[in-house]
């Protein structure tokens, strides 16, 4: 019997392996295979391996000096960019597109803000699958992904992922304070973050250069699972160049020339990893991708906290979540993740505007530990799309098609949830709005959506194309659209449930 072949080891791709090992299949697991570099682990092993309130000031810096010195819109974690791939290994041209690939063991999971929410049947409109179909595959998901949080105002807009039962990671004083001013509304529902962490948090602050103990899930920790088990085998290689069918069999074709075959093909190789394989394979000219527009809102919390908030225990990772739900912004949810402190924040007040008062260093440290920023996300309708096509030399071309009712539509956005927040105490900064690159939040894909009826450019609600019966796209490439809430664990979802399913 022929082995499934899932290609990537992303959020998408242990998620259809999990799925399709627990109905018996053999699944080999093809992907780029890099990994954190010796020396890199050698460093999270010396902080691991001691208490954080006994690190030496020159290893906390050294932790940090890899995010701070990144350029552009490149993410690094453990001192390292190993884990996303620079824009000059995917494009061949682009005109400002700040997604990014990766061929890490785990994919861009291993750098990502763990955020985690279920996508709402309100913004599902016109989808070929439900809230109630991804239901079951959440459940089976956060059977291997830890989720802290708690049953709170979020709880009546997500029902598909009940939180009776889990702890929250302890929030800062920032959030304490917050949430104990806010008041009920029925368009606006601000409530504690929901995070893809493991128990045992120590507070260390190190969210987002790296969490020395690793207790951010990370898909290359399921692949580790995922190795323990009869029929799995994972087979790091070349790329895959594209992927061809027969009646009996589908077949995967690698950059060195060489060719895997198995039953079926489950791509989830990420957007940026899928278009250029699907456009070779299906014969396309083009695929256009979908985006979540982001913008960064800063509120000022006015009164004083309880608690230092730059002082341990404390994360960094997002504090809050709020929705908006009020249709005279938009028909469909708006998101907001809520940042207290970070290291960030301080640099960057200096970075701008400490030339103009050298000598306020007090000055930004104390309005950095007010600061509260607002990371706010559009759904899709709202955002700027982007044509992927091949080059020459086999990258991709990226153009962006700017949608002209994003700034109009992100500025009410703002402006609405500031309203909100500013009963909760916090003083939003409107004039300060600023709006992020196109891809840079990471949420994006709708390539081949999914519908019952699908055309060129399209799939089934199995993530199948037109004309294939053996090949299945499970990543974001397939989702109908990208509503504004995170995406992670609703892609996470949706693949499970093409796993489970047995086409015959």
Not at 55 to 61: A, G, L, P, S
Not at 138 to 165: I, N, S, W
Not at 428 to 438: H, Q
Request: aromatic share 6%; hydrophobic share 40%; net charge positive.
């Amino acid at each position: 019997m022929l082995p499934d072949l899932v290609i990537g080891s992303g959020p998408a791709g242990v998620s259809v392996a999990t799925a399709l090992l627990a109905r018996g299949r053999r699944v080999v697991m093809l992907d780029g295979g890099k990994d954190l570099p010796p020396e890199a682990e050698a460093r999270r092993g010396a902080l691991a391996a001691t208490p954080p309130e006994r690190w030496r000031e020159d290893q906390r810096t050294a932790w940090q000096a890899g995010q701070f010195d990144a350029a552009g819109s490149e993410v690094r974690r453990f001192g390292t960019g190993y884990a996303m791939e620079p824009a000059e290994a995917t494009f061949a041209a682009t005109d400002g597109l700040a997604l990014r690939a990766s061929l890490a063991v785990g994919g861009l999971s291993n750098y990502w803000g763990a955020a985690m929410l279920p996508y709402r049947q309100s913004d599902m409109g016109g989808w070929p699958i439900s809230e109630a179909d991804l239901a079951p595959h959440y459940a089976a998901v956060l059977d291997f992904v830890p989720m802290a949080g708690v049953t709170d105002a979020l709880a009546p807009l997500f029902p598909a992922v009940p939180m009776a039962g889990r702890s929250p990671i302890p929030p800062g004083p920032q959030a304490r304070r917050a949430l104990s001013r806010h008041y009920p509304s029925d368009r606006f529902h601000l409530g504690l973050a929901r995070q893809a962490v493991a128990s045992g948090c120590t507070g260390c602050g190190m969210c987002l250069h790296g969490c020395p103990w690793r207790l951010i899930w990370s898909a290359r920790q399921q692949v580790a699972r995922l190795r323990q088990q009869e029929g799995f085998t994972h087979r790091p290689g070349p790329p895959v160049l594209s992927i061809s069918e027969t009646g009996n069999a589908a077949t995967v074709h690698l950059a060195d020339g060489t060719s895997v075959e198995g039953a079926r093909v489950y791509l989830a190789a990420g957007v940026l990893g899928t278009a250029p394989i699907l456009l070779r394979a299906l014969d396309l000219p083009d695929l256009v991708m979908r985006d979540s527009a982001q913008g960064f809102l800063p509120t000022l919390q006015l009164a004083r906290t309880d608690a230092a908030p730059d002082r341990m225990p404390f994360h960094t990772l997002p504090q809050m979540f709020a929705e908006l739900t009020d249709p005279a912004v938009s028909p469909q949810t708006v998101h907001a993740q809520l940042y207290g402190w970070n290291e960030y924040y301080e640099r960057d007040l200096r970075t701008n505007y400490g030339s103009k008062l050298p000598f306020a260093g007090p000055l930004w440290r104390t309005l950095a530990r007010r600061l509260v920023v607002a990371q706010i996300f559009l759904h899709s309708d709202h955002s700027a799309s982007a044509r992927l096509a091949l080059a020459p030399d086999g990258r991709l071309q990226a153009h962006v098609l700017k949608n002209p009712e994003t700034w109009g539509q992100l500025k009410r956005a703002a402006t609405a949830m500031g309203g909100h927040l500013r009963r909760a105490g916090l003083q939003p900064l409107v004039f300060a709005l600023r709006a992020g690159a196109p891809g840079s939040g990471f949420h994006a894909g709708s390539t081949l959506p999914m519908t019952r009826n699908p055309g060129p450019r399209q799939s089934d609600p199995l993530g199948r194309p037109v004309g294939r019966q053996r090949l299945h796209v499970v990543d974001a490439s397939v989702l109908p659209a990208i509503p504004a809430t995170t995406i992670t664990l609703a892609v996470m979802a949706n693949a499970h449930r093409i796993g489970a399913y047995n086409p015959g």
